[in-house]
């Protein structure tokens, strides 16, 4: 038999994350003969300490008071050097055990064990499970070293400060004058050098302790790689029984019948306290006042009901893992043996996995509630102490119950860490028969687990499964149709303006419209293909109404805006419109917004619903003829029948301006500064710039005819009158006041 060596453990802190070993101090820790020669000394230094406290007579309360410091600093002084000599001890016992340990490696280079193969399936589970104490004890020792680091960095701090009071209190010492002053620096630097040699004593106590910690977790690290080496022979060189296998089931089994009878002793056992929980209770309830002592009585019943109730359901837990315990050894054994395909075997690796996550989640909801059951015990234990007699009785039966209920859960934690183990030993053998598959069988795995996926139903319509398979088909189906109905739609609409010399906007309208009928009949017949009925849709529809109705309202409203006016049509591609004081012309109608490019080769995106909701005007709706105007206002004495005749010749001249319907010219007011003229007249336009040209051509028209018949463009004008008679007032303001009086 394999022979597993325990370390002891040192402290139990958990290390702070990201901390490291401090650099080693000046001073080196003493060896053993100067340590015990310090301690020689210093037995000798407490001593005659002692002798002068003694010796002191009771007028010096001063003296006595240091005295009294400085022996306590010895004392302390000495315990730190006893403890460092102990830790010198243990670093020889294990270097002692390095030492063997490297032997018994040497000594089975070939085989860890002494007896020889083949070995039984029992030998590897008491090897495994001596491996996971030795991991917990790594993981201990590791914290233990964290811990040992700060505790280092803790010292070096203490020491640096000791050295600095010390060098201050010897300076301050060497400055004294008077022999009163000098007696009492004197006695302060003998502190400060006490406290000074407690902080080194202690440093070095941290740095040898360090050391064997450090020590200890490479002798634990080789322990422990040798017992894995250890259990990869044993495992290597397993033999297989069959009569240990039912040897298992049947303590298996005779362990299931001893929860049996343990489940029906706590079933009796409930039924009474459930019986005298009830008269307690009656008599609470026939009670006007209860007493403290009937209340603590009925929760002492209350609490024993619980911890029996408890006990049951644990129970039958533990018989429910037993069960699974039972398949679990016949799975392993099968795997061991190589009777089971891959397939299974690849079922049980799934199932294991769930199972121990299972575990897991049990375990957590056990430790929490054993923690909070423990707190619950010492305020009971805390409560009965400072209770009366009578109450008090009723409250430590409270605490037995409770620490009944401790030992139950702490029962059931080690029930869940054998489980757990069970199931991890039987994973592992079925990983290792897994994993030794052939590229054939690999690649048939993957095929079976997208088989897998693309049959994993999602949910049920009308007895109907929708799979992954259906909803991946379906949404391929549907991109085709996107694609598809897209394509489809664009040549019908050319072939339709093409036969019937349709304009750009109505193919617009027709190649969108057609767009979506095609895309709805693809998605109903993606739905047809994969059986998925459309009653599957019915939960999304509900949320989509919900939708339209708060988030997705504005999406709607543009998307269904952008069906009137692909319909209705009141702007279609290639119109010229103006919203909001922005012009332009529009290039494409889309489910939700309209591209607009403006005049100046920007672009403007307008949500569909603003050219339904808002003021749009549209130059180019029926057709491109448009109504401008333009003013002209002359002098005041200027023949304005000859600036009317003249302004119809420039209109009539013009060979843009559409003689019908006929311009007119009429003259519209006698302004402040201008007699003033307004001409209107028709043009057919594509653009506002179109416009724009005309009119600033008819200006330039009308400048050239006045200027040729003496016809002067009025500008405004103001006239001012002085009255020369009187003499004109002038004030000069004071600045400084600002009052407005003269000076």
Same mark, same amino acid.
């Given at each position: ?17 990201? #901390?490291?070993?401090? =650099? ?15 301690? *020689?000394?210093?037995?000798? =230094? ?8 003694? *010796?002191? #007579?009771?007028? #010096? ?33 294990? $270097? ?13 280079? %070939? %085989? ?54 010390? &060098?201050?209190?010897?300076? *301050? ?22 406290? %000074? ?75 009474? $306290?459930? &019986? ?72 049980? =690796?799934? =199932? ?78 079925? &990983?290792?028969?897994?994993?030794? %598959? ?30 992954? @398979? ?23 609409? @050319?072939?339709?303006? &093409? ?6 906007? *109505? ?56 069906? /009137? ?38 672009? !403007? ?25 333009? $003013?002209? @206002? ?78 002067? /463009? ?13 003499? !004109? ?8 006041? @600002? ?5």
């Amino acid at each position: 038999m394999l022979a597993l060596q325990a370390l002891p453990v040192g402290a139990q802190e958990a290390a702070a994350p990201g #901390s490291r070993a401090p =650099e080693a101090p000046a001073a080196s820790s003493p060896a053993p003969g100067a340590l015990a020669a310090r301690r *020689a000394a210093l037995t000798a =230094e407490i001593a005659e300490v002692r002798q002068r406290l003694e *010796a002191l #007579s009771p007028s #010096s309360p001063d003296a006595a008071a240091a005295l009294g410091s400085e022996l306590d600093l010895l004392e302390q002084i000495d315990h730190a050097q006893a403890r460092q000599m102990e830790a010198l001890r243990r670093a020889g016992q294990l $270097t002692e055990a390095e030492a063997e340990l490297e032997l018994k490696v040497a000594a089975g280079a %070939s %085989s860890p064990l002494a007896d020889p193969p083949p070995y039984p399936l029992a030998l590897a589970d008491a090897v495994a499970s001596a491996l996971r104490g030795q991991a917990e004890r790594r993981a201990k020792i590791q914290a233990a070293v964290g811990a040992a680091e700060k505790a280092i960095l803790d010292t070096r701090r203490r020491l640096e400060a000791g050295e600095s009071k010390r &060098r201050l209190a010897k300076e *301050a010492a060497a400055r004294a004058g008077s022999t009163a002053e000098a007696a009492g620096r004197a006695r302060s630097l003998r502190l400060a050098e006490l406290e %000074s040699r407690l902080a080194t004593a202690r440093h070095e106590l941290a740095e040898v302790e360090l050391a064997n910690l450090k020590s200890e977790l490479a002798l634990q690290k080789q322990s422990e790689e040798f017992a894995a080496r250890t259990l990869r022979w044993i495992e290597s060189n397993l033999q297989l029984d069959r009569d240990e296998l039912q040897q298992r089931l049947a303590e298996l089994e005779k362990r299931e019948f001893d929860l049996r009878r343990a489940i029906d002793a706590a079933g009796l056992e409930l039924a009474s $306290t459930e &019986r005298r929980f009830d008269a307690v209770q009656q008599r609470a309830d026939a009670t006007v006042r209860p007493g403290p002592e009937l209340l603590a009585e009925l929760e002492a019943r209350r609490l024993a009901r619980s911890v029996a109730q408890r006990r049951v359901a644990l129970r039958n837990e533990q018989l429910q893992r037993l069960a699974a315990e039972r398949a679990l050894w016949q799975r392993r054994y099968d795997a061991l043996a190589g009777t089971v395909p891959k397939a299974q075997l690849r079922t049980w =690796e799934e =199932e294991i996995r769930s199972s121990l996550e299972d575990l897991g989640r049990q375990r957590l909801l056990a430790e929490a509630r054993l923690a909070e059951l423990r707190g619950e015990r010492v305020g009971a234990r805390e409560r009965a102490a400072a209770a009366r007699p009578d109450e008090a009785r009723w409250i430590r039966e409270q605490e037995q119950e409770l620490a009944a209920l401790v030992g139950l859960y702490e029962a059931d934690l080690a029930s869940l860490s054998e489980r757990r183990a069970g199931a991890e030993r039987t994973l592992g053998v079925i &990983r290792d028969r897994v994993g030794t %598959s052939s590229l054939s069988d690999r690649l048939s795995q993957a095929g079976e687990r997208v088989v897998g996926v693309w049959r994993t139903e999602l949910l049920a319509v009308d007895d109907r499964p929708i799979t992954v @398979g259906k909803i991946v088909t379906a949404l391929l189906l549907f991109a085709t149709g996107i694609v598809f109905s897209r394509v489809v739609s664009r040549a019908l609409a @050319g072939l339709l303006s &093409r036969r019937f010399a349709m304009d750009e906007g *109505a193919m617009a309208a027709l190649q969108g419209l057609s767009f979506y009928v095609l895309l709805v009949l693809f998605f109903l017949f993606a739905l047809r293909t994969v059986n998925i009925p459309l009653t599957a849709f019915t939960v999304l529809g509900g949320a989509l109404a919900i939708g339209v109705g708060f988030g997705s309202q504005n999406i709607v409203n543009n998307f269904i805006s952008g069906l /009137i006016l692909m319909v209705e049509r009141p702007i279609k591609v290639g119109d010229i419109v103006e919203i909001e004081g922005v012009q332009g012309r529009v290039e494409r109608i889309g489910p939700r917004s309209t591209r607009v490019r403006r005049f100046d080769n920007i672009h !403007i995106i307008v949500p569909n619903s603003a050219f339904l909701e808002r003021n749009v005007v549209n130059w180019t709706l029926s057709d491109d003829v448009i109504r401008t105007e333009l $003013t002209v @206002g002359v002098a005041y004495g200027s023949p304005t029948r000859e600036v009317q005749r003249l302004v119809r010749k420039v209109l009539g001249e013009h060979e843009v301006i559409l003689k019908h319907p006929e311009p007119d010219v009429f003259f519209v007011d006698f302004g402040e500064s201008s007699l003033n003229f307004r001409c209107f007249f028709w043009l057919r336009v594509r653009s506002p710039a179109d416009r724009r040209r005309v009119e600033s051509d008819v200006r330039y028209r009308i400048d050239d005819l006045f200027r040729e018949h003496g016809i002067t /463009i009025a500008f405004p004008q103001r006239d001012v009158h002085f009255d020369a008679d009187k003499p !004109i007032a002038v004030r000069l303001l004071d600045s400084r006041a @600002g009052e407005g009086e003269a000076s």
